[in-house]
């Protein structure tokens, strides 16, 4: 079948406004998940006092808020999503946390000249830029917005088999619902694993100085059944991809993604394996 990018898109979003609240609710596991690599992308960003950050795909915003924090009351943080819902939880996290200097805005990443030009001192995307149909506009249009000097930072996933937590059950279930692997060039999860892809992406798009980098990350649960828990109230995207099971077919092939997990359990609890991708590169 023809990838409809349109139809992803129009897809990826509902899928979003249909799972904020999820994702939002496993906000504090997002962030002792992902936290040293989100401090290491805003490292690779050159966040710091004072900056003007855009954080592309944003999502609920657990590394908006710790852009907020790190370039402090005189700087400013500007969180785009597809989603007004993900970012709706965004901004209440901001506003509970007592910070005041972020802004959201509904944007698709890959329209990303609707935003002046030159204007930002750093830009970030975690776990984002994988799922632009058309990474080079999305790249592109970052760069557009970025002063001369400025950085771009993301954190992307490695390699299937360095990121069992997600590929066990992604695997099972396009095993499981008959889907075709993606296409060369397609997005998904682990578009971006090769370093020298991402390098040559952010190349092409017009960065230089490229930074890539790896970073263990594991997923740490009490048990493989609370990490199916997790991924089933909030990666709308595999729900999408059993979407042509019925309920019964559904709940059997959590109860097999639970049974393939459950080799991750061990004495101190679940630990699944993840291996991130950091880069940074200077407009």
Not at 16 to 44: H, I, K, V
Not at 79 to 85: E, G, N, Q, W
Not at 110 to 126: N, T, V
Not at 233 to 248: C, I, K, P, R, V
Request: charged share 20%.
């Amino acid at each position: 079948m023809t990838f409809d990018s349109v139809q992803y898109k129009t897809s990826t979003r509902q899928q979003w406004q249909d799972y904020a609240s999820g994702w939002n609710d496993w906000a504090p596991l997002l962030e002792s998940w992902l936290g040293e690599a989100t401090e290491r992308m805003l490292d690779l960003a050159g966040a710091t006092t004072g900056s003007s950050v855009l954080d592309v795909a944003a999502g609920a915003g657990g590394q908006s808020i710790a852009a907020c924090r790190r370039v402090g009351p005189t700087g400013t943080v500007l969180a785009t999503d597809l989603s007004p819902a993900i970012l709706d939880h965004a901004q209440r996290a901001a506003t509970m946390a007592g910070l005041t200097n972020l802004t959201t805005k509904e944007l698709d990443g890959e329209a990303l000249r609707e935003l002046p030009g030159e204007s930002f001192d750093a830009a970030i995307s975690r776990v984002g830029l994988i799922y632009f149909p058309n990474r080079q506009e999305a790249l592109s249009g970052i760069h557009h917005t970025l002063r001369d000097g400025g950085r771009f930072a993301t954190v992307t996933y490695s390699t299937a088999a360095t990121n069992g937590f997600f590929s066990l059950p992604v695997s099972i279930i396009r095993d499981r619902a008959k889907l075709p692997p993606p296409a060369a060039g397609q997005p998904g999860p682990f578009s971006l694993a090769d370093p020298a892809v991402l390098e040559r992406d952010l190349t092409q798009a017009g960065f230089h100085d490229v930074v890539v980098e790896t970073i263990n990350a594991p997923v740490r649960l009490p048990s493989a059944a609370d990490c199916v828990r997790f991924e089933r109230e909030s990666f709308g995207a595999l729900h999408q991809m059993l979407g042509t099971l019925d309920n019964d077919e559904q709940a059997d092939v959590w109860n097999e993604i639970e049974q393939a997990l459950s080799q991750y359990n061990t004495a101190d609890g679940f630990v699944g394996p993840c291996e991130l991708v950091i880069a940074g590169a200077t407009r």
